[in-house]
């Protein structure tokens, strides 16, 4: 659809088996399971995952924008195609679709929920955006057609348009758009083949599905919880530029906004969230996710780390964490999201640290895996760009740290330097980074936090 609005020439593979080897050396595809689509190959360099390569179609072809100039408004964008992506398609096609009984009674429950905050957002709106179709509405797209044939295919009714005027009615506009209606797949076709995938899904010694979640719901705050709503009334009225970074004590999440400020030269205040209590103002700030990091500027909040460096990126234009080649720029998007999203924190976090005996060494085989994908990247390379810090480092940032608690909890050893000589160069450098070093948790802490957390997910002690 991106590419129609654009006009651009580009090639649809019918007969995809026929040409399945060659799409896959070329794309170079390195997701730990499976080549996945979508990719797009641009004078035969490859670009995949689907908001990644929406973001260099954006950067590359300029006419027709995806998304506004406002970096406030370029923010909330991302954030909603985010939100699309990992919170409401796994919460209808993993919850919903996937699932029967009980369980998929929770997951309707969880998919309303989500389809809930897309209403609130599209009250008095013809797309995301106001009045053109944005980054927001295509990664909805798939809702105004695949819903109706995933509903059929359950057996039940979602999205009721008496619940969701505001929905239906951009679902109707959406379906409309010419370049829209021209590219839907045949519907029998497709519900044919959902179908077929549910049933296989439904039998006993079907494989199951889980999605893991990678933020963190942990922090410190001591007295300060008692002067905290005075503290923030307070600032905002005597700071000249109010910048707020809501963090936590364990969220590696949380350090990727403080670097970035930091390396951009950006004066801002720490909030101190206990997640296990939290707060009013991070509920009002956040109330989609309730998580840490949230960044608060001038009274309008980010949310998602990512999302927060992009609007860094594009609000304080000092020392750039993206470079200027729209290709350099994907490619450094598709490591952020691959570190963030898809592989790298939750195969450690839950694969490795929560589990023990067969599980544990089925997480860490994968861990390694993924481990070797970003060795391989960073060989010959200082950073991942070259010479300096950008926003793949900043992602990657934690394992600089965070890996040897990691190790020390689990009580094993995962990345040996000359099995990864590369990561360890990198992880020296990064660490040595005066923003950085300057910027890290109390060890100590963050290590009885993980001991207590992996005590608890094992049974073994109640959580704290």
Known sequence: MAAGQYSESYSQIGDYKRHRAMILETAKHIMAE????????????????????????????KQTPLLPKDPFQQANARFWAKFIDEKLYPSIVWGVFLKEGQEQEKGVLESLENLRHLEDEFRGKKFFGGETIGLADL????????????????????ADEEKFPSLAAWKQEFANVPVVRQSWPDRGKIAEKLVAMRHNLMQPNSKSYTT????????????????????????????????????????????????????????????????SNKSPLLLQYNPIYKKVP??????????????????????????????????????????????????????????????????????????????????????????FGGETIGLADLAL????????????????????????????????????????????????????????????????????
């Not at 990664?139 to 979602?158: H, M, N, P, R, S």
């Not at 005075?230 to 707020?244: C, N, R, Y």
């Not at 500027?297 to 304080?316: M, P």
């Not at 909890?409 to 990345?415: E, M, P």
């Open 34 to 61: 499976e080549v996945k689509v979508p990719v797009l190959i641009h004078n035969g360099k490859a670009i995949s995952e689907s908001l990644v390569i929406l973001e260099y179609i954006e950067e590359t072809w």
């Open 139 to 158: 990664a909805l797209g798939w809702l105004a057609y695949y819903l109706d044939i995933f509903e059929d295919a359950a057996g039940l009714k979602q």
């Open 212 to 275: 893991g979640q990678c933020s963190e719901s942990h922090s410190q705050a001591g007295d300060y919880k008692r002067h905290r709503a005075m503290i923030l009334e307070t600032a905002k009225h005597i700071m000249a530029e109010e910048v707020m970074v809501f963090r936590s004590l364990t969220s590696p999440f949380a350090l990727r906004v403080i670097w970035a400020l930091k390396l951009k030269g950006v004066e801002f205040e720490e909030i101190w969230e206990d997640l």
């Open 294 to 383: 949230v960044l608060v500027h001038n009274g309008k909040a980010i949310s998602e780390s990512l999302v927060i460096l992009e609007y860094i990126e594009e609000t304080w234009k000092q020392t750039p964490l993206l470079p200027q080649d729209p290709y350099q720029r994907a490619n450094a998007r598709f490591w952020a999201k691959f570190i963030d999203e898809k592989q790298l924190y939750p195969s450690i976090r839950f694969g490795v640290l929560l589990k023990e005996g067969k599980e544990q060494e089925k997480g860490v085989l994968e861990f390694l895996e993924n481990l070797q994908h970003v060795e391989d990247e960073l060989r010959g390379k200082k950073f």
């Open 397 to 464: 940032g934690w394992l600089a740290y965070y890996l040897d608690i990691f190790e020390e909890a689990a009580g094993l050893k995962l990345a040996d330097e000359e099995k990864f000589p590369s990561l360890a160069a990198w992880k020296q450098e990064f660490a040595n980074v005066p923003v950085v070093r300057q910027s890290w948790p109390d060890r100590g802490k963050v290590a009885e936090r993980f001991v207590a957390m992996r005590k608890a997910s094992l049974g073994k002690e109640t959580p704290r």
